[in-house]
């Protein structure tokens, strides 16, 4: 499978607060060093991918915090996708009660859909 580097900036509007979120989404290296104690990789090897935000303003969400790896993977649990962290060489899925972090999920998977394994895609 190639190699996917896709850029993002969107804008939402929740509570009457503007965010703006930029992102990159990379293909997540499943090498035979990698493990992750709760998942299978072979089976999600072609849908897991590393993902990096920030935000604008700054959200001290967890999925900002930089001290875990976040991941996105399509299919996972039987949802169309999910975002969620690699904590101790587990998978914690993020459980969605966040607006915002649902409006991001959402739009990786947006992303991932456009065809291509490259570029950088911007709201109107």
Do not use: W
């Amino acid at each position: 499978m190639a190699e996917v580097n896709k850029t993002f900036e969107f804008h939402y509007e929740l509570e009457d607060k503007i965010y703006s979120v930029k992102g990159i989404i990379a293909s997540f290296d499943c090498n035979e060093e990698a493990s992750l104690e709760n998942l299978n990789l072979e089976r999600y090897k072609d849908s897991i991918y590393n993902v990096s935000l920030v935000s604008e303003p700054a959200s001290n969400l967890e999925i900002f915090n930089l001290q875990h790896p976040v991941v996105y993977i399509i299919g996972y649990n039987e949802q169309e996708g999910q975002l969620g962290y690699i904590i101790e060489k587990k998978f914690v899925p993020e459980q969605g009660e966040n607006d915002l972090v649902n409006l991001i999920s959402a739009s990786i998977l947006e992303v991932l859909l456009i065809n291509g394994d490259s570029g950088h895609f911007v709201d109107q």
